[in-house]
């Protein structure tokens, strides 16, 4: 099955800073990722996705992830923060059966003054 | 606003009872997925309709199931409730059934069982 791992359940970055949340992938054939964010009390919303067009993909709100085949990695970058940043970010790889969605166990980002 | 939504946004209700959660899809989307929030089990996929019928199975217990209707909304049913089936359920629908596909989320039903 495919699957990702989100490294870090945690990350605080400082208004204005760079940020970085971490995704690896494992998967037997190329995958499909696809990063996606969840602000308190809503549902899940699309940032971006990877489906072999382009190693970078550019997303919503400033955000880009670089798919690097090598390293197993989907590393979801935005160079300045803001606080309306702060949000759970969820890790995404879509399977084979029935084309769901495998996601990882999310990063809530948090956005200091 | 994705487009698909959701009804009730909030369900309180005992352990052993029934209860049937709502769903419609964006408009012309054909695909409807349902998944499951919670603290211990992260997000997990249950199970997909596509265009009325049943087209994948996750993690599904066998006290709930669902259904599409002719009409492309779906109903998700969970049955004799356990204080473990708490948690926050969401359905997404996409245009098509296809690997890579976008998958667009409704607000969710956050269910509680006391």
């Known amino acids: 099955a495919q699957s990702v791992t989100q490294l870090g359940s945690h990350v605080s970055v400082s208004e204005g800073a760079l940020v970085l949340l971490r995704c690896n992938y494992s998967s037997s054939v190329p995958p499909y990722l696809f990063w996606y964010v969840q602000y308190p009390n809503q549902g899940l919303q699309l940032l971006l996705k990877y489906t072999s067009a382009a190693t970078l993909v550019k997303g919503i709100n400033g955000f880009e992830a670089e798919f690097k085949k090598s390293e197993t990695s989907f590393h979801l970058t935005k160079p300045s923060a803001h606080m309306s940043d702060a949000a759970e970010y969820f890790c995404?790889?879509?399977?084979?059966?029935?084309?769901?969605?495998?996601f990882g166990k999310g990063t809530s980002l948090l956005v200091t003054p | 606003d994705s487009g698909v939504t959701q009804t009730p946004k909030h369900l309180i209700t005992a352990t052993g009872q029934r209860v049937t959660l709502r769903c419609s899809p964006r408009s012309g989307d054909l695909s409807v997925y349902w998944y499951q929030q919670s603290l211990d089990q992260g997000l997990q996929f249950l199970i997909q309709?596509?265009?009325?019928?049943?087209?994948a199975k996750g993690n599904i217990l066998e006290r709930f199931s669902a259904q599409q209707f002719p009409d492309l909304h779906s109903e998700l049913n969970l049955s004799s409730l356990e204080l473990g089936d708490s948690a926050l359920y969401f359905c997404?629908?996409?245009?098509?059934?296809?690997?890579?596909?976008?998958?667009?989320f409704g607000p969710g039903t956050r269910l509680t069982v006391t």
């Open positions: 997404a629908s996409s245009p098509a059934a296809h690997r890579g596909g976008e998958q667009y």
């Open positions: 309709y596509y265009n009325g019928e049943e087209r």
């Open positions: 995404a790889v879509s399977d084979f059966s029935g084309y769901a969605l495998n």
